[in-house]
């Protein structure tokens, strides 16, 4: 058999997971990345990674029970098969990555600590410090060394992905790709592709993320005919530091290790917030969720403190909004061994120590649900099937997309600290699926001709030009059109939307799309030129920013992050007993009938001659755990609840004759 | 709300000189630029807003600055350069701060030890060859389950964790006396394999650096990851290895990460003496 190749988009969690178990495999690999893969985004991750564990197993925790309140906290849109081998992997996934060395933090007879994150009432967050990204990302790092030094991986550092090379079937056969130093561009032959080239925050302008997560790459295959699912889902982390060039994270850790959210009753107080006394602050959270308290889920996290500020008026400062998220009663100590990362990042970006002085903090774009849609084999377990070759391939056969580009794992709201696991799980698990589509291909990468590796480098060559020239006298800026799309979609298409913002703003992004095909270059140079780089990452933002408000607009319901208060569902009213009791029975119809409709994936195909997305429904595989309620913090939550019991009752119980 | 004194007056302007150089072995220039006066900028939007006004203090075009930066939170280590003649990040490198020593302007030039690809943008492909020279890395078995590592007193935790944050920026090399910029030319008629594999070979004899020092006691330290002990050692004891280190303490004083460089050079050199003089013995 002749050597196989494959090349791996990414050099994240996902994509460096993906590498070191495909060359475990006998498969060479090579790796592409914007930036030496040790810089890539999943470095910025901070609070941990999830998994049940012996000590919560023996609080009444298991696999299962991660899987559902996976399932709960991302409002049933998850795909369950997926999600289900995920949770059942989990464990071993933490074990093996403390294999590799990771520093996860102890406890102190030497077991691995875990901390409770949100949308859980178990501790099952493994962490290494505040910076259990990075420790993670290194560990798979330095095994991609291994390998590289072993000869078994090649990596491609700066260097841009353009676009799959497909053949006249349709399946992918390679990349095209470019040196972002010597700007050369370049047809790469693989037997099969991967892309894990993660999230696209920068749609949005400032976030959360890294430059480099601009969705460019999914949106390349986007745009070569790959779909993309689930585009409205965009997580907006309640907690972040406002800034002028990046909304800088601060984890869900700081509550998870007993922070609490406050404002002071009085609007604007003046005073320093530890001359406030107790009684006229509002830790809001913890008295409208008195279950789970300042760690419900993220989506409820962020509307509440959005609707403080926005609504109630109780924003720390009225020019700027922020709600207090303070630590100062945590011993230093304490606060320095589990938090010492991030609270270095807020000391060093704000030069106040958030030990002494709560930290001032709110809501930031976050993480994407959505991405490329890619097909899974149901295993007879209700989980996905070891080694079979559709798992994780897009619609392009041959191309495989996994971690944060994906869509099956978060449904509507990703839980925290279950993205790192995703996205090593999708790395590792699609490692044989791909070693068996490779050995049912009867051409591989050795069979891929010299035409058609050129007339692929060709269309990349010719765009590239076509910017050099200026457009032929185009005149845009493409940063200040970048400036009008990020504030655009942070406007209308994050915590709280309505159809007619949307419909709106489809327009005027559209003009944007037709303006960012018209930018005038400052640099025509062909030497490390980053105005080109970033005017074609600029471009393809527009499909993605467009599936994102197509998707919301057609949307008519709330689900996770996607809120719309005009389909909102409201509270019960009724005192008397009996007319709540049919209120519930009411809720409970309407919930069904919305299910119906909307329990559906939104499933995108570009279309190139309207320039935009076209639109489908699929439905969601919901079969190990049926679709429940989610009633945090509703008026009349406990008989929905009842009512829905009882009527899950009846349908199970066995026929009557 | 950055605590500073607040009645301190703020310029109108500020003006910002970089040191440019068009490719590598160009010869650099200085380029005066101006941008307006915000609170809480940090190097990075202050680049930001010289790209997006593509002029130089004269309000002449010129081309882009070339500059590298990622995660914007220093962890990532991309950003690296000297600013104000010092090397650091310039992500967290504050304005505010930095007018509070140079009130006249701010000084960007890219790092000193490695080649300019272009403006502030420079080639660290050494930094990350010697983490391969120490072998940097855990030699498991294998990436199936086969149940958990080690237990770990938290002590060693607390011991690696700190070693484990390097996040090869290069500012302790860029600050190190001893370790010498190397940049090569490609030869005409010579293959990119060839001129990568010439390169490869100059920085395999040249003095490994502080972090790669570190990052071989991180592993020597770690229970799996001890089987490669001797190998790290030999590595060190090698020609670029320990014996390179002047023991100058520059470098430690520069990590943005604050990692226990010297601390991990003097375990180095103690655990590379024993090795020579087992390793004569065992002859
Ligand atoms: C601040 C922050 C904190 C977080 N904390 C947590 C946490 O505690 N727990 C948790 O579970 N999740 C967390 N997340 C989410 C998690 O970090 C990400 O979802 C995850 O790291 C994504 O990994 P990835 O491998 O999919 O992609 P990334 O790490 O984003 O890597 C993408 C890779 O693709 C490459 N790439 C992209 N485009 C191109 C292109 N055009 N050409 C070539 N290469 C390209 C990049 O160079 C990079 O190597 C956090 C996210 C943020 C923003
Ligand atoms: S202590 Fe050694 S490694 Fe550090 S700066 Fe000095 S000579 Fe360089
Ligand atoms: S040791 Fe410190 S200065 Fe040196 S590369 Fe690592 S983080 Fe940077
Ligand atoms: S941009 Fe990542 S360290 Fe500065």
């Known amino acids: ?657 | 709300m950055i605590a500073f004194d607040a009645s301190q007056k703020r310029p109108e302007f500020i003006k910002v000189r970089i040191r440019r150089q068009d490719g590598p072995g160009e010869k650099p220039y200085w380029e005066l630029h101006q941008i307006t006066y915000e609170p809480e900028l940090n190097v990075i939007s202050v680049l930001q807003r010289i790209a997006s006004q593509a002029t130089n203090s004269d309000g002449k075009k010129v081309a882009p600055v070339t500059w590298d930066c990622g995660c914007l939170e220093e962890v990532c280590g991309s950003c690296t350069m000297q600013i104000n003649g010092r090397v650091r990040q310039s992500c967290s490198a504050l304005v505010d701060r930095l007018l509070e020593d140079n009130e006249d302007e701010l000084v960007l030039e890219p790092m000193s030890k490695f080649p300019v690809i272009r403006d502030l943008m420079v080639d660290r492909q050494r930094l990350f060859r010697a983490l391969e020279r120490v072998k940097a890395w855990v030699p498991v078995d294998s990436y199936y389950n086969l149940g958990p590592g080690e237990r770990q007193l938290r002590d060693t935790q607390e011991q690696n964790y700190p070693l484990s944050q390097c996040m090869s920026c290069g500012c302790c090399v860029d600050a190190c006396p001893q370790y010498k910029k190397i940049e090569l030319k490609k030869e005409a008629g010579e293959t990119d394999e060839a001129f990568e594999a010439r390169k490869e070979a100059a920085y395999d004899e040249s003095f490994v650096g502080p972090h790669a020092i570190s990052q071989a006691m991180l592993f020597n330290n770690h229970p799996t990851g001890k089987a490669l002990a001797g190998e790290r050692l030999e590595a060190l004891t090698g020609p670029g290895g320990i014996q390179a280190c002047g023991n100058a303490q520059n470098c430690v004083a520069v990590c943005p990460k604050e990692i226990p460089l010297t601390t991990s050079i003097g375990r180095a050199g103690r655990a590379a003496t024993m090795y020579k003089i087992k390793k004569f013995f065992d002859k």
């Open chain 1, 1 to 657: 058999m002749p050597e196989q190749r494959v090349i791996v988009v990414g050099g994240g969690l996902a994509g460096l997971a993906s590498a070191m178990k495909l060359s475990e495999l006998g498969v060479k690999v090579d790796l592409f990345s914007l930036t030496p893969v040790k810089r890539s985004h999943s470095v910025c991750a901070q609070g941990g990674i999830n998994s049940c564990n012996d000590q919560t197993r023996q609080l009444g925790d298991d696999e299962w029970k991660h899987f559902d309140d996976t399932v709960y906290g991302g409002d049933f849109l998850n795909h369950q098969p997926p999600v289900k081998e995920m949770a059942f992997w989990a464990p071993k996934i933490i074990e093996l990555m403390d294999r590799l060395g990771v520093p996860f933090n102890r406890t102190g007879e030497g077991f691995i600590d875990r901390r409770r994150f949100g949308g859980t009432l178990y501790k099952r967050t493994a962490f290494a410090g505040a910076t259990t990204g990075q420790q993670l990302l290194y560990a798979l790092d330095e095994q991609v060394r291994r390998q590289e030094a072993a000869g078994n991986i090649r990596k491609f550092e700066f260097w841009d992905f353009l676009g799959p090379i497909q053949d006249e079937t349709g399946r992918c056969r390679g990349i095209v790709a470019q040196d972002m130093v010597s700007m050369e561009i370049k047809s790469f032959a693989a037997d099969a592709v991967v892309v894990g080239t993660g999230g696209c925050g920068l749609v949005y302008g400032r976030s959360t993320m890294s430059v480099f997560c601009t969705g460019s790459a999914a949106s390349r295959c986007f745009q070569a005919g790959a779909k993309y699912a689930n585009g409205e889902f965009i997580q907006v982390h309640p907690t972040a530091i406002p800034g002028s060039d990046k909304l800088r994270l601060m984890s869900e850790s700081a509550r998870g290790e007993g922070g609490r959210v406050w404002v002071p009753r009085k609007p604007h107080d003046a005073r320093m917030p530890k001359d406030i006394p107790a009684g006229e602050r509002y830790y809001f959270l913890e008295e409208r969720y008195p279950e789970y308290g300042n760690l419900v889920p993220r989506d409820i996290a962020t509307r509440e403190i959005f609707d403080i500020c926005v609504n109630d008026g109780l924003s720390i400062d009225e020019e700027r909004m922020s709600v207090y998220l303070d630590l100062t009663h945590i011993p230093k100590a304490e606060l320095d061994r589990k938090l010492g990362g991030i609270l270095e990042i807020y000391e060093k970006f704000q030069g106040v120590d958030p030990r002494i002085e709560p930290m001032r903090i709110f809501p930031a774009v976050h993480y994407s649900m959505g991405g490329l849609w890619a097909d899974y084999q149901k295993s007879a377990d209700g989980g996905l099937e070891m080694g079979a070759p559709q798992n994780h391939m897009t619609n392009i056969e041959g191309l495989y997309a996994i971690g944060e580009c994906d869509y099956h794992y978060h449904g509507a709201n990703r839980l925290g600290a279950n993205s790192l696991l995703s996205c090593i799980f999708t790395g590792l698990f699609t490692g044989p699926s791909i070693v068996a589509y490779m050995a049912n291909q009867v051409s591989g990468a050795g069979d891929v001709t010299e035409a058609m590796k050129s007339a692929a480098q060709k269309k990349q060559q010719e765009r590239h030009d076509h910017l050099l020239s200026n457009n032929s006298g185009g005149d845009e800026n493409p940063y200040l059109i970048h400036q009008e799309l990020g504030d655009i979609m942070t406007r209308v298409a994050t915590v709280v939307r309505r159809n007619d913002q949307l419909s709106e703003a489809i327009g005027k992004v559209d003009d944007l799309h037709k303006r960012s095909m018209n930018v005038s270059l400052a640099d025509t140079g062909n030497w490390s030129n980053q105005n080109v780089i970033f005017a074609k990452s600029l471009q393809d933002m527009f499909p993605i920013a467009k599936c994102i408000l197509k998707g919301a607009l057609q949307r008519d319901e709330c689900r996770g992050a996607h809120f719309k208060p005009d389909f909102q569902k409201p509270s019960l009213t009724a005192e008397d007993p009996g007319e709540r009791r049919r209120q519930a029975e009411v809720w409970l119809d309407e919930f069904d009938k919305n299910n119906e409709k909307y329990l559906k994936s939104t499933v995108a195909d570009w279309n190139d001659g309207s320039q935009s997305p076209d639109l489908t429904y699929e439905d969601v595989d919901t079969g190990s755990i049926k679709p429940r309620p989610r009633l945090y913090g509703l008026v009349g939550a406990d008989i929905i609840e009842d009512v829905f019991a009882e009527r899950t009752r009846e349908e199970d119980a066995p026929a009557t004759v």
